[in-house]
């Protein structure tokens, strides 16, 4: 029994401290979890993209954001990039397998929560729990 508690202590002490600020794993998850972070995992999931198609289909992102959150992601060893020697040089972005374990979820996530939005942009929670002005007016005839 002692050893068991010894074995949870050492095993808690290699945990990291998610809650501190000055967590290294706290870091990963800012990057991944930024407004553009997980963007770019879940456009790299399918393929390797270059700088400006990965732009071209993120909507709204700027080439300066795009360049600060690819340069977080290949810093956490999320993404790799590849450089070709041509003049201009063609630069290539792709998941490394730490990048497709992290993007699987989200995907999973941005799937689920796709799917439970209807066609006006109210999810189907929504329309079952928020009364429409017909529902209204029968409770009003009941008391």
């Known amino acids: ?3 068991s508690a010894q074995l949870t202590q050492a095993e808690a002490s290699n945990r990291y401290e998610v809650f501190h600020t000055d ?14 972070g997980i963007w770019v ?8 993209l270059r700088f400006y198609e990965l732009r071209d289909s993120i909507q ?3 080439e300066k954001m795009l360049a600060q959150t690819l340069r977080a992601l290949v810093q956490d060893d999320l993404v ?3 450089v070709e020697p041509t003049t201009p040089p063609q630069v290539t972005y792709g998941l490394t397998e ?3 374990d992290i993007g699987e979820p989200l995907t999973d996530l941005f799937d689920r929560i796709t799917q439970q939005l209807a066609p006006s942009g109210t999810s189907a929670t929504e329309r079952l729990t ?7 007016h029968h409770l009003d ?3």
Request: hydrophobic share 30%; aromatic share 6%.
């Open 1 to 3: 029994m002692r050893e």
């Open 23 to 36: 967590c290294p794993a706290r870091d990963v998850v800012d990057h991944v979890s930024s407004k553009w």
């Open 41 to 48: 995992l879940i456009s790299l999931r399918s393929n390797d």
């Open 60 to 62: 709204g992102i700027s």
């Open 80 to 82: 790799w990039r590849k």
């Open 98 to 100: 730490f990048g497709q």
């Open 130 to 136: 928020v009364p429409g002005p017909q529902q209204l």
């Open 141 to 143: 005839d009941e008391h």
